[in-house]
């Protein structure tokens, strides 16, 4: 087995942005895996494999 950082794929696809209750996609960002709203641009952090989807904790990812 190898190390997968990512959530699983049955879990993701019903995840959605607290904020816009847009779609998420993973991504990487500068700590780590995370996921990326493309609707409101905020990246949620993954902790040991849990999406943590508070918008306090989310980081904008748009320039
Ligand atoms: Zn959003």
Redesign the pocket.
């Given at each position: 087995m190898t190390t997968n950082e990512t959530i699983e794929p049955w879990l993701r696809e019903i995840l959605r942005?607290p904020?816009?209750?847009?779609v998420l996609a993973d991504a990487t960002g500068p700590t780590g895996p995370e996921l990326q709203?493309g609707?409101?641009?905020?990246g949620y952090p993954i902790e040991d494999g849990v999406p943590v989807l508070l918008v306090d904790l989310a980081r904008p990812t748009s320039d």
């Open positions: 942005c904020r816009c209750k847009g709203c609707s409101c641009h905020l």
